[in-house]
């Protein structure tokens, strides 16, 4: 049977998805079915979430690889934790050595921009502190896909599509590996075309056997320096085998009798709670629907320049988390907001192409979990025979000495992906997120919002048409968003542009626990291919 895999002519609805046992949501229904296998041989939410995104990284390698960054917030027995996997700048990488190379703004593509990639070691930190099956078992899934292939989904060979046009318009020899691996047969694979990649097995395989260590310091490692050494990248192996994962103290805001939890800077989750908290000082929303978008859009832009002006790693910021999360801050912030659209300008507060999955099991365990390769299949860069695709995040570090967000060596970027989650009284309610590069932080408050100010269910609060701002006074639009409303926004002073399709409005997942009943209510994202598993 002959028919176009992304032509949909009638709108089609998802409902709200309950279980009581277990659940895994996420943008690939052969990755949710990973985790929900590992659920079902007595795996926990955290086994469930390491599967997951072993598997994403075979079935949607368009948004996340082995040489993904990843962040985590865990929910375990009573208490939240929180895990940054986002790798540093290699040693060698200086403002200095990049101009060197002729670059006068970090480059999107190549080895320059590859920091330490975080993904593996953050799988077997998780499963080493959390864990309750083996480790190896956790990651069996991942590699059957790998070895016996898959079909493409939609979505995923749409990204596919992008980034081969992206990337053939380089002719250097580093870039071939990706189209050996990526593309064998002349082109991206089609929609249900199988795909396959013994490479990427073997070092799933080796990853599975050693707790990742062969990724920072055995054969993958040598691999990674040695291809690095031949075409003039920045990454060693001492790089790779100084890196560990750090356990952080998710930070968090108060929000319609909620607390909204993120990961501490270097990750931008504070933009959504600035946003939140602004909010929350401009107290409850009315029923004027332009009013209440007017709103939510320029608290997000406010923390957005905020965000994008202190962000970066921690050791190098100059406000801290608590200044730019107090009070009485967010409450000036919050006062400029008018009844006409503002040009942004950054505060004060010193006074004196990404995956992302969510998972829980029956004793009450949620994992929020995000991993990405930034920019689409990342760097470009594969190392030959591994199938290990490199991210690009050194893209976000600026060659400004001046600029908080400078290159330095050792130094994380300002990262853009985000795990979030949910708690109310002490009690978890549960993980949510939003992936998408700069969307992030905004569909976070888009979500929130519209579960705790709007009482949408997680399938509706994902299905609602979303906005994004991007600079100024512009704001873009999917193209279901109301008309009426995009006008009367304009009429408000934001500059509307309805864009002609969704795939840079995020795709999010969001998992919720009834506090009396136990029983879990999942959304899943409509953008794109995924599931959400009951059990």
Not at 249 to 271: A, F, K, L, Q, V
Not at 341 to 353: E, S
Request: net charge negative; charged share 20%; hydrophobic share 40%.
């Amino acid at each position: 049977m002959q028919f176009d895999a992304h032509y949909y002519p009638s709108p089609s609805r998802r409902m709200a998805t309950f279980g009581r046992r277990g659940m895994v949501a996420t943008s690939q229904s052969l990755g949710a079915e990973a985790g929900m296998q590992i659920l079902r041989q007595g795996g926990n939410a955290v086994d469930a979430a390491i599967a997951t995104a072993a598997a994403l990284t075979v079935v949607e390698p368009t948004s996340n690889g082995l040489g993904s960054d990843a962040f985590a917030i865990v929910w375990m027995n009573g208490e939240l934790h929180g895990l940054n996997a986002s790798g540093p700048a290699p040693q060698s990488a200086t403002i200095e050595a990049v101009k060197g190379l002729g670059h006068d703004t970090m480059p999107e593509h190549g080895l320059i921009p590859v920091t330490v990639p975080g993904a593996p070691a953050a799988w077997a930190t998780l499963s080493e502190r959390f864990g309750r099956l083996p480790f190896a078992d956790l990651l069996a899934p991942a590699i059957t896909l790998a070895e016996e292939g898959f079909p493409i989904s939609p979505l995923v060979n749409q990204l596919w599509e992008d980034a081969y046009k992206a990337f053939s318009r380089y002719d250097a020899a580093a870039f071939q590996p990706w189209f050996d691996t990526f593309a064998p047969k002349g082109h991206a694979p089609r929609p249900g075309e199988m795909w396959s990649s013994a490479g990427h097995a073997h070092s799933l395989r080796m990853i599975a056997e050693t707790h990742a260590r062969a990724f920072y310091e055995g054969e993958l490692a040598d691999r990674i320096d040695a291809f690095s050494r031949e075409h003039g990248g920045l990454l060693r192996k001492e790089d790779l085998s100084a890196f560990a994962p750090e356990w952080v103290t998710p930070i968090s805001t108060r929000y319609r009798d909620h607390e909204i939890w993120e990961i501490p800077p270097n990750g931008c989750g504070m933009i959504a709670l600035q946003a939140l908290g602004m909010l929350e000082h401009l107290g409850e929303e009315g029923r004027d629907p332009v009013e209440t978008l007017h709103r939510r859009i320029e608290a997000t832009k406010l923390a957005y320049v905020d965000g994008l002006h202190h962000i970066t790693d921690p050791e190098a910021m100059k406000p801290s988390v608590t200044q730019m999360l107090d009070a009485d801050y967010l409450k000036r912030r919050a006062a400029t907001i008018g009844e006409k659209a503002m040009d942004p300008v950054h505060g004060n507060p010193i006074t004196g192409g990404t995956v992302y999955l969510a998972t829980a099991d029956e004793e009450g365990n949620m994992v929020s979990f995000i991993q990405s390769n930034f920019k689409g299949f990342g760097s470009g860069i594969v190392i030959p025979g591994t199938g290990i695709s490199l991210q690009n995040r050194g893209w976000s570090f600026k060659l400004d000495e001046g600029h908080t967000n400078a290159l330095a060596p050792g130094k994380r970027t300002y990262h853009t992906i985000i795990p979030g989650f949910i708690t109310r009284n002490g009690q978890a309610v549960g993980p949510f997120g939003v992936m998408g590069g700069f969307m992030q932080p905004q569909g976070h408050v888009q979500v929130i919002t519209g579960m705790l100010d709007d009482a949408l269910n997680p399938q509706a609060a994902l299905d609602m048409p979303r906005w994004q701002w991007t600079e100024g006074r512009t704001v873009e639009v999917e193209p279901n968003f109301p008309d009426h409303l995009a006008q009367a926004l304009a009429r408000r002073g934001h500059h509307i542009v309805k864009k002609a399709d969704s795939v840079s409005f995020g795709r999010g997942q969001i998992i919720l626990r009834d506090a009396e009943t136990g029983v879990l209510c999942g959304g899943t994202e409509p953008r794109t291919d995924a599931a959400v598993l009951p059990w």
